[in-house]
């Protein structure tokens, strides 16, 4: 009887050990996210903080906390286009599109 509560017990400590060990956040879930680099980005335990760089042509950077299996975001600013410096075009040349709000990727 006594050798089957302590396999009982045994039992339940490895599970809810295994339970905690997985509730860490994953990149998976960042997934569906658009504009975030997530090439250096691991799995990351419960407590840490992680610094994302938006993608190439994208500011600013973002922070974010794995809290319960979550990433929690610590930033108040979305990745936004890189805003392009106006082009100055002389009088025979044809611009067509905005050269005054061109942002990253846009072609003028």
């Known amino acids: 009887m006594r050798l089957k509560t302590l ?9 809810t050990v295994n339970v905690v060990k997985g509730q860490g956040c994953s990149k998976e ?8 680099d997530l090439s250096k980005l691991e799995d990351t335990p419960n407590g ?20 319960q299996g979550l990433w929690i975001t610590q930033s108040d600013l979305p990745c936004e286009p890189v805003k392009c410096p106006v082009i100055q075009a002389n009088n ?3 611009v067509i599109g905005d ?3 061109a942002t990253y990727g846009n072609v003028i």
């Open 7 to 15: 396999r009982l017990i045994f039992g339940l400590l490895l599970c």
């Open 29 to 36: 879930q960042f997934i569906s996210t658009k504009h975030l």
């Open 48 to 67: 840490n903080t992680v610094r994302l760089s938006c993608a190439v042509g994208y500011v600013p950077m973002l922070r974010f906390k794995c809290e």
């Open 92 to 94: 025979n040349v044809v």
């Open 99 to 101: 050269s005054k709000d």
